[in-house]
């Protein structure tokens, strides 16, 4: 029999990949509660072998509950180490499957291994004879992979006051190398509403005043205020435009479609909606007011009204802001062990990180799950080799959070020393 080249002694490993098989085996697709709840309760279980108090809370959610799991040490109290999940998945289960070092199964990668690799992290301190930091809080949401009410309310409650954040979302690969999160994008949400003056297209053209036409145009310039690499983007999302029958009594107005009815007319109305995404709230403000700048100059120029409605804004998270530090820290735990991580600084989805309390003040590490490839589709599969890499590293850096200071921008949190701790060992 072929001697294992994990990084984890073998009845650890094979603990946890028989623990991911069971996960996947539970359909808990976004709004499947049963199925998140068994999800939530198996991992509880599992946390409780390791001194965590484990609590599902029924959280209220559009007219029901939803269940958060949450996980807490001894000392979790205004200062925790919170580390955050979801349980919920894209699609429905379907039975997983393994070739190989790939594990193929529905939430296999995003993001059942995220928990696995945790239990496997605290089961390896086990085995050293350490425990995990006192502090330790782990929260698991309900709804990340849909609206994400609940996932958004639980970040913010629970990260107010953290001394870090760790993420068990997963990484990703890049060639030989995986990646740490430390940098996503925020977001702004608009709406621009235009109004023309309708005409007889054959009788009175050039008396008319296209709302379309105009919408066309806002839309090609705000497409180019968009730059490639660190600049800001502009997406257009949708472009509704035509007669005010149509525009503003949909669904009824879709009866018009493939139709000749109302062709004749130069359209009205308009109404565009879309987001613009940003690595910083300046950068963000910035490219939104250029928006409102065209939008006026357009209702001057094409001689329609232009309103610019600016919804919901979601912050970034600042690469090198107050968790650069940990971050570097745990490039250098993951070199130490043979592997090398490289830094996305620059991505684009929204998650956990982007609703934390005060994102540029506490200190993150996002993207700490192990990579695979498929992700929302039935495809989706973990690389079962890394993640035993990122249970080790885990580990190793649950252990260094015990003992150290981790600096934030209000000034130091330390972490309380865990008594018969023997500080990191291998």
């Known amino acids: 029999m072929a001697r294992s080249t994990s990084p984890l002694p073998d009845p650890i490993r094979e603990r946890a990949e028989a623990l991911l098989t069971e996960l996947c085996t539970i359909s808990s697709a976004t709004g499947e509660n049963e199925g998140v709840r068994r999800v939530a309760a198996r991992l509880a279980r599992e946390f409780s072998r390791h001194g965590l108090r484990c609590e599902i809370r029924e959280v209220p959610d559009n007219g029901s509950t939803s269940p958060v799991l949450v996980a807490s040490g001894p000392r979790a109290g205004r200062h925790p180490l919170l580390l955050l999940g979801h349980l919920d998945t894209v699609l429905p289960a379907c039975p997983p499957s393994r070739t190989g070092e790939r594990l193929v199964g529905t939430g296999a990668l995003d993001m059942k291994a995220g928990f696995v690799m945790l239990v496997a992290a605290l089961d390896l301190l086990a085995q050293r004879g350490e425990r995990p930091p006192l502090d330790l809080l782990v929260v698991a949401v309900p709804d990340e992979e849909a609206e994400g009410r609940v ?35 925020g977001l702004t949400e608009w709406r621009l509403e235009l109004t023309g003056r309708a005409a007889h297209s054959g009788l009175a053209f050039w ?7 105009a919408a066309a145009e806002w839309c090609g310039q705000a497409h180019r205020l968009s730059r490639p690499g660190r600049g800001a983007t502009v997406n257009m999302a949708r472009l509704l435009a035509g007669t005010h029958d149509f525009v503003d009594a949909l669904p009824a107005g879709a009866r018009l479609l493939g139709t000749s009815s109302q062709r004749n007319v130069v359209p009205d109305r308009a109404i565009v909606e879309g ?22 100059r357009l209702s001057q120029r094409r001689g329609v009204t232009a309103t610019l409605n600016i919804g919901t804004t979601i912050q970034p998270v600042d690469p090198c802001g107050a968790g650069a530090e940990l971050v570097q820290r745990t490039v250098e735990l993951a070199a130490a062990r043979g592997f090398e991580l490289e830094i996305e600084d620059d991505r684009g989805g929204v998650s956990f990180p982007n609703f934390l309390a005060e994102p540029s003040r506490i200190p993150v590490v996002d993207g700490l799950g192990p990579v695979g490839g498929g992700m929302h589709t039935r495809e989706e599969f973990v690389d079962l080799a890394s993640l035993a890499r990122r249970s080790l590293l885990l580990a190793d850096l649950l252990s260094f959070l015990c003992d150290h200071l981790v600096p934030t ?16 060992g291998g």
Not at 155 to 174: I, K, N
Not at 275 to 287: D, K, N, V
Request: hydrophobic share 35%; net charge positive; aromatic share 2%.
């Open 275 to 296: 987001e613009t995404r940003f690595l910083s709230l300046a950068q963000g403000s910035r490219i939104v007011a250029r928006l409102a700048q065209l939008a006026d």
């Open 207 to 213: 008396e008319g005043r296209s709302a379309l036409l």
């Open 409 to 424: 921008k209000k000034g130091p949190h330390r972490a309380r020393p865990r008594p018969g701790g023997r500080g990191k």
């Open 151 to 185: 996932s958004e309310m639980a970040a913010r409650h629970f990260s107010s006051g953290a001394r870090a954040v760790l993420v068990l979302e997963p990484g990703e690969r890049r060639g030989s190398r995986e990646t740490l999160v430390v940098g996503r994008r």
